[in-house]
């Protein structure tokens, strides 16, 4: 299982960490990744992060301003978000897929999902 956590509301401009739990004890073999949805939009990739950390790849949209981390002695994954827009406003899933990369910019890829935390960013 996937629990999200730290969505809220902030200025754009402003900063907000993600963080993402994982139960069980193989968490270390999964590629971890984060989605967003915004309202009345398709799930868009935001970013993934490799089983050890090493690898990290990010969207366009939000590259340099998003940082993916994990830590796996804890079972968890953080997204820090800084220089937040009005366009980042979603809410956040982060999921897991064994593909240890390549084609880890897509949502089909991936086999647990965690529930999701709205981000709102107002201008």
């Known amino acids: 299982q996937l629990q999200a956590s730290g969505g809220g509301l902030v200025q754009a401009g402003g900063s907000l960490r993600l963080s993402c739990a994982a139960s069980?004890?193989?968490?270390?073999?999964?590629?971890m990744g984060w989605f967003r949805q915004a309202p009345g939009k398709e799930r868009e990739f935001v970013a993934a992060i490799s089983r050890g950390g090493g690898s990290t790849i990010y969207a366009d949209s939000v590259k340099g301003r998003f940082t993916a981390s994990r830590d796996n002695a804890k079972n968890t994954v953080d997204l820090q978000m800084n220089s937040l827009k009005p366009e980042d406003t979603a809410v956040y899933f982060c999921?897991?897929?064994?593909?240890?990369?390549?084609?880890?910019?897509?949502?089909?890829?991936?086999?647990?999902w965690g529930q999701g935390t709205l981000v709102t960013v107002s201008s």
């Open positions: 999921a897991a897929t064994r593909v240890v990369w390549g084609r880890v910019m897509e949502s089909i890829q991936y086999n647990y």
């Open positions: 069980g004890r193989t968490f270390s073999t999964y590629t």
